[in-house]
């Protein structure tokens, strides 16, 4: 197993390009088996997860081709071919499920086009108990029957398939607005999806599902339209930059003081992250193609609560909680998405930092100085937590159990080398 071991304390400078987004790239790929058609998605991160995706489309019966390092400009990005002429099988299994969670996005498509789908349940996570109930309960509003057994959730269309209909989420979730999105295509008629997630991953996936031939209105406002297709067809689609890779990196730049460039990172989905990057004493500049964020002032403590786009995004709170340990006064942090995301709190601790959580709440009062140590995360956005944590640091810390990392960060020890960081990837 890997583990990144970095010397802290280099200012980073320079420039980076940011990858596409994993978590608009996950749909993206599900959203292959609504057609039998090819489609071809370009500008897809190297990652764990998305190689994960592809063996689950495989399962499915999609043939996933790599074409070649071309895309979008992106000399990371290539294209990946995938084509789901016919579904063979329509179980996701829980070898492949249990590895990631948004496996849970093939159940609406393989649902709408083959009348059944069976998707082992994803379980509990690290951060926090995260239940499919309201993918379960929007599908059973198109009709389906849901049944729960052996640890697999099977869902059945009635005869005749999925019939569109009004589905009021009862809070937001981006899965399960996701899922709905999909199966929604397919059905009979319109579906109407009210207090629907706003996240630009939604946006990308819908512009995406247009691309397709889906009817689809309302996309970035808490109600979508969608007016079921008899079917969809192939398309070329680039995907959106990963806004927080790109806040990752800018937390980078800001706790070692340095002075770097996001290359393709959007500030304008980023507003919230900005915000508190600023509000800790960075500057931020955004142009046509990038971010360039520096900090030469000491960092000022912060006040910010976790929330749906286009709030603080819950997947940069660690990274952000890194920054301010350093702060000169009292940051708090509150987390309102998932119960159980501070487990980085320990770890950052015993790099030296101040840190109190009571209940959702965290309290940070700014240390001097961080150390380096021996750390472990149990999340993938934890883990960068704690290696922004060490770039600032005193002395040598040690990213264990680095798969984390590499299901989110493409290519993490070359981009932060190549901003002036001493980082090195170690077998152990
Ligand atoms: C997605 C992101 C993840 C991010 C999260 C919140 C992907 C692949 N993952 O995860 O990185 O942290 O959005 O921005 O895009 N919930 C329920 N019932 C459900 C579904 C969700 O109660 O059926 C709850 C969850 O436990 C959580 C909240 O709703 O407390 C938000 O979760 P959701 O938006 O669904 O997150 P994911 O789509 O799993």
Do not use: W
């Not at 996570?125 to 640890?151: F, Q």
């Not at 998932?338 to 965290?362: P, Q």
Request: charge should be neutral; charged fraction near 20%.
């Amino acid at each position: 197993m890997d583990k990144l071991i970095i010397r802290g304390g280099k200012r980073l400078s320079g420039q980076i390009q940011i990858s596409g987004a994993k978590n608009a790239a996950l749909p993206l790929m599900a959203a292959s088996l609504l057609t039998d058609k090819p489609l071809r998605l370009s500008n897809l991160p190297r990652l764990a997860d998305i190689t994960t995706m592809g063996d689950l489309l495989n399962t499915h019966g999609a043939t996933v081709t790599i074409e070649g390092a071309m895309g979008n400009g992106s000399p990371y990005g290539r294209i990946l071919s995938l084509h789901a002429r016919t579904i063979t099988d329509t179980t996701a299994p829980y070898d492949i499920v249990r590895k990631m969670r948004a496996s849970i996005l093939v159940l609406g498509p393989v649902l709408a086009r083959e009348g059944v789908a069976k998707v082992s349940l994803p379980g509990g996570c690290a951060i926090g108990t995260r239940p499919i109930d309201l993918h379960l309960e929007g599908l059973k509003a198109l009709g389906a029957e849901i049944a729960l057994d052996s640890g697999y959730v099977t869902a059945r269309a009635p005869r005749g398939g999925l019939q569109g209909n009004r589905i009021v989420f009862p809070s937001v979730s981006v899965g399960a607005t996701e899922n709905l999105m999909m199966a929604a295509c397919l059905a009979a008629g319109d579906t109407v999806l009210e207090n629907a997630a706003r996240e630009p991953e939604i946006i990308d996936l819908g512009r995406c599902l247009l691309a397709m031939g889906a009817k689809i209105e309302g996309l970035g406002t808490g109600t979508i339209h969608i007016t079921g297709q008899s079917g969809l067809k192939g398309a070329d689609y680039a995907t959106m930059a990963d806004r927080i890779e790109a806040g990752s990196y800018a937390v980078a730049a800001a706790i070692t003081g340095g002075d770097v460039f996001l290359k393709n990172a959007d500030g304008a989905i980023m507003e919230a992250v900005i915000r508190c990057l600023e509000m800790a004493g960075a500057t931020v500049i955004q142009s046509a193609n990038g971010l360039q964020i520096s900090r030469t002032g000491p960092l000022q403590p912060i006040t910010c609560k976790t929330q749906p786009y286009p709030g603080f995004p819950t997947d940069m709170q660690a990274q952000m909680m890194a920054l301010v340990t350093l702060a000169e006064g009292e940051s708090v942090i509150r987390e309102a998405i998932f119960e159980n995301r501070f487990m980085h709190v320990l770890e950052l601790a015993r790099m030296g930092a101040d840190i109190t959580i009571d209940g959702a709440k965290a309290t940070i009062r700014g240390v001097k100085k961080l150390t380096g140590a021996p750390v472990m995360a149990t999340d993938l956005r934890a883990s960068m937590g704690l290696a922004l944590a060490g770039l600032a640091a005193e002395g040598e810390t040690h990213v264990q159990r680095l798969y984390h990392l590499d299901r989110g960060y493409e290519r993490i020890e070359d981009k932060l080398t190549g901003l002036g960081a001493d980082v090195e990837r170690v077998a152990t």
